[in-house]
């Protein structure tokens, strides 16, 4: 179902919002390998650090749920369909926290809002 707004994600102070249903059966749960196209903004500085859909770029593949990502993405994937598109609001210590991503552009204690779409579950 689609979000009108942002809802907590189980056990973070991450919040999620559906902006696309997904579809099918299967739903990402911890230790499923996701493929998904991401776009990461800084929330303070409305600057882009990083998207999937980039020239040069691809999708991004990475085993769910156990730690292998930031936290707040991590935990706020779980339950994701194909083709769902879902946005994500991470505080920083759910994210880079205190010493941020530098190389990437991401401020000490910096806010991250993503938006993921879910291509494949495996």
């Keep these: 179902l689609v979000s009108a ?22 739903a990402v749960k911890a230790g499923d390998t996701v493929t998904v ?4 903004v800084v929330k303070e500085t409305g600057k882009k650090f990083w998207s999937t859909k980039d020239p040069g770029q691809k999708a991004f593949t990475y085993q769910a749920g ?5 936290k707040g993405w991590d935990q706020g994937c779980l339950g ?28 000490p204690m910096g806010t991250l809002n993503f938006t993921l779409e879910c291509l494949k579950i495996a």
Aim: with cysteine; proline share 5%.
């Design 5 to 26: 707004t942002m809802e907590a994600v189980a056990g973070c102070a991450t919040t999620k919002k559906t902006i696309t249903s997904g579809s099918g059966s299967a």
């Design 37 to 40: 196209h991401a776009t990461g």
């Design 66 to 70: 156990v730690g292998g990502v930031i």
């Design 80 to 107: 994701m369909r194909i083709g769902e598109v879902r946005e994500l609001l991470i505080p920083a210590h759910e994210g880079y926290g205190e010493k941020g991503f530098p190389a990437w552009g991401i401020p």
